[in-house]
């Protein structure tokens, strides 16, 4: 060691220290014997190789079209994607490119839909801002509100997603308490959400887009609609997205990605953003990286144009769909004898998320936790990991179980001995 002084980091990493992700992920590391249930890595076997390799073949036979894509692109991406995405957008809201009536310059391209997420937070949130959130929620996405300082409001969710009520009252009285000129973002996971596999039903779509224009009294309180799992949908209605209701196209920020239904390897996320927020997201982003890998764009061009991907998408969700159904017979045959044991049935996304009796707490420091990684030889999200506000004040007695990882084999095992983890606990 030098005798020089210590760092002194920025009060911006300050904010961003401890992320659960990196425990989670050392652990993982640190327990290889273990069936992880809690990995939120996509299924190894239907990653699209050929596919890929295809497109890959195709753009690299033409020089020109191959140096055009080993070449620097442009800090919102590819205008030929772009334009593919719209029509790709049309084609999921059920309507053409003129019906979907959104300009091609609202469409930012990203490094995964993660990028979009943090820019918007970069862009957006001072310190002592509010962000309202479902509970549970995407526990990264509360990383970075934190990450800028924001402060996070819950609200209450429950099986058809975030309540339009309970968003009312909490803007009610965010009011009264003089916090309303704060508020600025709301932020929900549309479809099959990650940590609930819950979906926001279509009912409650457009209230939730009329609640964010009635109180942006003092400035826009936009909605972040989040849409990761839009794709992989199993079973049930497909459902136009919160978006679709935002008629006047300044009040939601839509993104999607295409690391869930084709590959993360890719990083390719993008974003449907109101007009004015293109200019100031595409700034923030230029400081970055002015522009997402752009030979990845030019692949992904091919590979959607080639019909290669909807065909894919397909074949991922007879296989998660597999693996879905695995784990709710699983469930079904090692926790239906537990009282107090229930999970959600979700019709598409990558998990099931499991509630205990409230007794019973899960967090990385619990006995169940402890237990479970070192004796039964299985691991899992905690819970509360994925609600905002004083970890006294979350729910603490819940898991979210992936299926994307593990086999139908391997998931029937770690479910095995999830059960006799909890069993022993109970
Ligand atoms: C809800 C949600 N949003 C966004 C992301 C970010 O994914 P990516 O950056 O790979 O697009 C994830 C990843 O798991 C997610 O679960």
């Known amino acids: 060691m030098s005798n020089l002084p210590p760092l002194k980091l920025s009060q911006r990493w300050h904010y961003a220290s401890e992320q659960a992700i990196s425990f989670l992920m050392q652990q993982a590391v640190e327990n290889t014997d273990v069936v992880s249930l809690a990995a939120g890595l996509v299924d190894f076997a239907s990653l699209p190789v050929k596919e890929t390799r295809e497109a890959a073949l195709l753009l690299l036979s033409d020089d020109a079209s191959a140096r055009k894509a080993l070449q620097y692109g442009t800090t919102a991406g590819s205008e030929h994607l772009r334009g593919l995405l719209l029509k790709h957008l049309a084609r999921l809201e059920g309507t053409d490119v003129s019906g979907l009536g959104i300009d091609r310059n609202r469409l930012i391209l990203t490094t995964g839909s993660q990028q979009l997420l943090s820019l918007v937070c970069e862009v957006l949130l001072d310190p002592g801002d509010i962000c309202l959130v479902a509970g549970p929620t995407y526990f990264v996405f509360l990383g970075n509100l934190h990450g800028v300082g924001a402060r996070t409001v ?100 839509y993104t999607q ?93 990558l998990y099931v998320w499991m509630s205990l009796p409230k007794r019973l707490e899960t967090g990385f420091r619990s006995e169940l936790f402890q237990a479970a990684t070192k004796q039964h030889g299985v691991m899992y ?26 086999s139908p084999e391997g998931i029937a095992d770690g479910m095995r001995r999830l059960a006799s983890a909890v069993r022993a606990q109970l």
């Open 257 to 349: 990605t295409f690391s869930k239904s084709y590959s993360p390897g890719l990083r390719i996320g993008f974003g449907v953003v109101p007009q004015e927020l293109v200019v100031p997201l595409c700034d923030r982003k230029g400081n970055e990286d002015f522009g997402s890998a752009n030979f990845n764009q030019h692949l992904l061009s091919r590979v959607l144009e080639s019909g290669l991907y909807e065909s894919h998408v397909e074949e991922v969700c007879l296989a998660y769909r597999r693996k879905r159904d695995a784990m709710l017979e699983a469930a079904d045959r090692e926790f239906s004898d537990m009282e107090g044991v229930s999970w959600v049935h979700p019709h598409g996304g």
């Open 154 to 253: 819950t609200v209450h969710t429950d099986d058809d997603g975030m309540c339009p009520q309970s968003l009312d009252a909490q803007l009610a009285q965010l009011e009264q308490d003089g916090q309303l000129e704060r508020v600025k973002l709301i932020y929900l996971v549309s479809y099959y959400d990650n940590p609930s596999g819950r979906c926001l039903s279509a009912e409650r779509r457009g209230p939730i887009v009329e609640i964010a224009r009635k109180w942006s009294k003092h400035q826009r309180i936009l909605i972040l609609e989040d849409a990761a799992y839009r794709e992989l949908h199993y079973n049930g209605p497909t459902i136009p997205s919160v978006l679709s209701h935002d008629t006047t196209g300044d009040t939601v920020i």
């Open 381 to 406: 999200v905690p819970g509360e990991l994925c609600y905002a506000g004083p970890l006294s004040e979350r729910p603490r007695h819940q898991m979210r179980l992936s299926f994307g990882v593990q």
